[in-house]
Each structure stands twice: as C-alpha cells, then as structure tokens.
C-alpha cells in the first residue's frame, strides 16, 4: 500500500504532503565533518518517506508502516526530548528545530536499514524537513533544511553528529558523489560513473548494530577539540601532518592519532576527488583502503565484523574497502570490479560463519538523488 492510502486508511483523511529523503554512503572522508573539512558521500536508492497532515488541536501523532499499530503520541505544547520515543524523536526533534510547533498527524514509511552506518535517522528527519518546508511554505534552502535536521539530532536526540548525512541526504543527485565543504556547505556534484569503468560499489551490511548516541563517537570529536585548544587552531582543518608531528611533545598519544587521523583523511578526499576526476580506480581504491587502516587503527571506531569484512574483500581482489559512518558497527564499502561481486559475497559471508559473527547482508549502491517533497491533491 503506498504512504498516501495508509496514511488515509489509519487517519481517516489524506495527507496534506509527502517528504521522501535517501541514507547514504560515504565514499571517503570519515568523521572529518565535525572537523569542518571535506567528504564526499553520495545518496542511495534506500530511502524514507514522510506523510504529514495539519491538525486544529496541538496533539502530534505518529505511526510508522515498519511498526502497524504502534501509535506515538506527543503535545507540541512544551515539547522536550523523551527517549522513549524512539524513532518519532528525529521527527519531533525537526519540528522542534524548524519551529513547527502545531498539531500534525504524520505517517513514516522507510526501507534505510537501521543501525546500519547508512543514515537512516538523516533520511527521517530530512523527509520530515522538507515535508514541513513545503506544506508550511518557510522557503528554507536545501543547506538550510540540512542545518535543521542536525540540530534535531544534535539537540534533541543528543547524538552530537556533523553535518554530513544531513547535508547528502537534502543535496545529492543522481549519477555525483557530493563533495562537501564541511566548514561552508558549499557543494561540488562530481560525476561518479563506475559501471562504464566495469565497477561498483558493494555495501556489507555487517549487522554488528551501533548506537552514536553512545559516548565512542562523542569521545572521538572531543579528542579533536581538545588539539585544536592546544594548537590555537578553530578546527583541523587548518592543520598539516607537519604541524601536529611538530607538536607531538604537547599532546597525548591518543590525541596525536585521532589528529593524524583527521589531517590525513582530509588528504585523501582531495586526493580521491583527483582521482575519480581522472578515472584513476586503483588509486581510488588505494584511498579508501588506506582510510579505513587510518580509522581503524588512528582513529579506533572499526570493529571485528567491519575489519573482516575488509579484509576477505581484499583478499579477492576488491580494488579498496572500508567500513563507513561512524563506526563500531554498521556497513563496509568495497570498490570491485563487477564480475567479482558473487565472489567477495560468499568470501565475506564464509568468513563471518567461520567467525561465528551474524550472517552479513549487501547490495549495490548506486548514487541516487536527494530529498524531495509534494504537496498531495
Ligand atoms: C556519523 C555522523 C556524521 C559523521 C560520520 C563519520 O554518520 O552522523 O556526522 O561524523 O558519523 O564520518
């Protein structure tokens, strides 16, 4: 049934609109936009929609096709954080940040895995961002609508996020990786097309589930605040390896790795975006590779699964692989060539039985667009 019959079926009248918004990949440029420098991820086909009606009175109503029945409830008059909430929190929490403060009924369909590394809250609150943006007429612009969406998750869920998912998940088009300046939201769309190079990307699903809101994520920024307080600088961005090697004496060594983390990822976005420019797929695939040693062994947010995962890729023959998103769980990316797909699968999935870990799951992710919204009748 599409969202409009089942929001029609469970409230009794159509919606007024319908926001849709994508989870993403993230080709290269990992927890490097809290640290204002560049990323580069792309949208998938996975994405989550949005049905919203206007009510006269303040009450908020939430339903999700993913959960039949399981109506939420909440007042916008004093509306605060309630974890118990769960997935309605990222919608609460965009109305909250874009200052919508009426009654709504509100129907949630998505097929974003959760817990996956592929933004699936990003995706929930952009679809509700530009929902809102459009039936309320605010004229916010898609890097504004991204701002908001991380002020939910920043503020009311409490996972202190960078702009990143958001920012892919309003501004991606199909066919580009985004490039994003993380400091300016400026945008650059790069054309991405790996299957006239023969190539694709493949998605692991490791099913080793995280949780940001968890304090692994929130420990790794505050590392790279506290080396921006001891070199004067207002975020990494500014830094060099050299800088950081030259005051080694004055950090701790884990403050030294996530930095060097940090400066050397930077590096190689710039260096990828060379790179897919020039239709250089080994290098290409040598960056992220080289990413994800950085962040597994620099920056410590890999995890068994996602080490596995790469390695059994490499070990056939995938031209580079790592995990993505924030990390200690979630998904893994591998840059193949087509034909050694069937191959890398049943090489990551043996591996994860002889291990003893969760059977994984994949897919191909192609670069598809961002959010959008329609106004319904
Ligand atoms: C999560 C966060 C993003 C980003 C990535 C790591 O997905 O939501 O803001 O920091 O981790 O690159």
């Known amino acids: 049934m599409s969202i409009v019959e089942e929001f029609t079926r469970v409230y009794g009248r159509a919606p007024e609109v319908v ?8 080709v290269i ?34 339903e999700s096709m993913q ?9 916008a008059a004093g509306l605060a954080p309630d974890a118990s909430r769960g997935w309605a929190e990222y919608v609460l929490g965009t109305l909250v940040s874009l200052g919508a403060l009426g009654g709504f009924d509100v129907l949630v369909d998505g097929n974003v895995p959760a817990g996956a590394g592929l933004s699936s809250s990003a995706a929930l609150e952009c679809a509700t961002a530009s929902a809102i943006n459009l039936l309320l007429d605010l004229g916010r612009t898609p890097a504004e609508l991204a701002l908001v969406a991380q002020k939910a998750e920043n503020e009311f869920v409490g996972m202190p996020c960078g702009i990143m998912d958001q920012a ?4 991606s088009t199909r066919g580009h990786a985004l490039l994003i300046d993380c400091k300016t939201l400026e945008t650059e769309h790069i ?57 080694r004496g004055d950090l701790t060594e884990t403050q030294f790795v996530r930095a060097r983390h940090a400066v050397t990822e930077i590096e190689r976005v710039h260096a990828a975006v060379a790179a897919m420019r ?44 790592r995990m993505v998103g924030g ?32 059977a994984p799951r994949f897919f191909i992710a192609t670069p598809e667009d961002g959010a959008t919204a329609k106004l319904v009748g």
């Open 19 to 26: 926001g849709s918004a994508p989870g993403r990949i993230n």
């Open 29 to 62: 440029g990992e927890h490097i936009d809290y640290n204002e420098g560049w990323v580069l991820p792309y949208a998938i086909g996975y994405r989550t929609s949005v049905a919203i009606a206007r009510r006269t009175d303040a009450s908020i109503n939430l």
């Open 67 to 75: 959960r039949a029945g399981k109506r939420v409830h909440a007042s």
């Open 168 to 171: 892919v998940s309003m501004m």
């Open 191 to 247: 054309p991405i097309n790996l299957a006239d190079a023969g190539l694709a990307l493949l998605v692991i699903d490791t099913q080793a589930h995280h949780s940001l809101v968890d304090g692994g994520y929130a420990a790794r920024r505050a590392s790279c605040e506290e080396v921006c307080a001891i070199l004067g600088v207002p975020s990494l961005r500014e830094v060099t390896l050299e800088q950081i090697e030259a005051r």
């Open 278 to 321: 020039a239709g250089e797929w080994n290098t290409l695939g040598e960056l992220i590779s080289a990413s994800h040693a950085s962040l597994r062994d620099d920056y410590a947010v890999s995890c068994p699964e996602l080490d596995l995962a790469v390695v059994a890729s490499m070990a056939v023959g995938a031209l580079g692989a």
């Open 327 to 358: 990390g200690f769980g979630g998904s893994a990316i591998a840059l193949t060539h087509t034909g050694l797909i069937p191959a890398i699968e049943s090489a990551v999935r043996d591996a994860f039985a002889a291990s003893g870990f969760k």
